[in-house]
């Protein structure tokens, strides 16, 4: 059961994609875009936050409303996994079993999180400096599960340093982790290139379960140079979905053509920033979806000068309409649009 919940059924018969988790920015609505179209095989909801207690099914349902109309999939059918974020086992145990009897396909740990605050309160990356605490988290939590629904994790390369690298990989497979999603950086790397792409194949030698392989894939050079180097056969893409929403139909259809199609028009990714805030807007004051515009144009700028120079024009503006008419949109790029559908 845990092979097909994590293969979607394929169980290995094609390399997979999947959508990282990133808080505050990949919500539901989020999930729902980008995988409208043919690409991804799994996607992670935002991290829960777990403390020291079990918390409500209203706090599950806000970071998965997908769990409410089972299967717990996009509206497209993409499996989506549930993903907790602590350091204390008693209480990841208890709201994994939580999440197990809201109707959870799979639970994710995440010990890769960089983020300061979250690293002060002793979660995400900091507990990559003992693997015996990553042992210990993952085994709490899939002891709760009793195999019934796979758990798996999220690392990095090390907090400081790369020299636990591979003790944490291996405590997360000695504590029952079913699959391993590794950044290729360390926490106090943040995000600055390069991703050492080779070291998540150090790891991928010293473990026996399925290693993903995360960090920097911008490409579809990107994606086959990530794989070479880490041995891998699957990818998570994160910050690159956002920046540029048709990158995995892309590598989707290369592998299952052998064809080559052009770069996303700024048009098609102007396209989905428009969806996207109609969709918002439908349940958030029109102040709060200006925000989260933004936030998702200033992703999409990476690699792009028509998505900087759209950024730098609306950057200022507050009023929802007068922001979506300013984004200069060409014609709609629709040939490349039904390639990649």
């Not at 497209?76 to 350091?87: K, M």
């Not at 291996?170 to 391993?180: D, P």
């Amino acid at each position: 059961m845990v092979v097909n919940l994590l293969h979607n059924g394929r169980i290995g018969l094609a390399p997979r994609i999947g959508l990282a988790p990133m808080e505050g920015v990949i919500d539901a609505l989020t999930r729902d875009l980008l995988t409208r179209h043919a690409g991804f095989d799994w996607t992670v909801t935002e991290f829960v936050r777990v403390v020291d207690a079990r918390l409500p099914p209203r706090v599950f349902y806000k970071h998965c409303p997908e769990l409410t109309q089972p299967p717990v999939a996009t509206p497209s059918g993409i499996p989506v996994h549930l993903q907790l974020l602590g350091s204390d086992p008693a209480a990841l145990a208890a709201n994994a079993r939580q999440a197990l009897s809201l109707g959870a396909v799979s639970v994710d740990l995440n010990f890769g999180c960089p983020a300061k605050l979250v690293n002060r309160h002793d979660g995400g990356a900091s507990l990559l400096r003992q693997p015996d605490r990553v042992y210990q988290a993952v085994k709490a939590v899939h002891d709760a599960l009793g195999g019934e629904i796979p758990v798996t994790a999220k690392i990095r390369l090390g907090f400081a340093n790369r020299r636990l690298a591979v003790a944490c990989a291996q405590a997360t497979e000695a504590g029952g982790a079913a699959q391993l999603v590794v950044h290729a950086r360390t926490r106090d790397e943040g995000y600055r290139p390069p991703a050492h792409w080779e070291w998540i194949g150090k790891i991928r030698r010293q473990v026996s379960i399925p290693v993903v392989a995360n960090g920097d894939i911008w490409t579809l050079e990107d994606y086959w140079k990530a794989r070479t180097l880490s041995g891998c056969r699957d990818v998570m893409l994160g910050r690159s979905a956002l920046a540029d929403p048709w990158l995995a139909p892309r590598i989707r259809h290369w592998l299952q053509t052998g064809e080559r199609l052009p770069e996303s028009s700024w048009a098609m990714r102007a396209n989905v920033l428009k969806e996207y805030a109609a969709l918002q807007r439908q349940q958030l004051p029109d102040r709060v979806v200006v925000s989260l515009v933004k936030q998702w144009l200033a992703q999409m700028r990476q690699g792009s000068s028509e998505a900087e120079q759209n950024f730098q024009r609306v950057k200022r503006l507050t009023e929802l309409d007068q922001l979506l008419d300013s984004l200069v949109v060409d014609e709609y790029v629709d040939e490349q649009h039904a390639a990649l559908a």
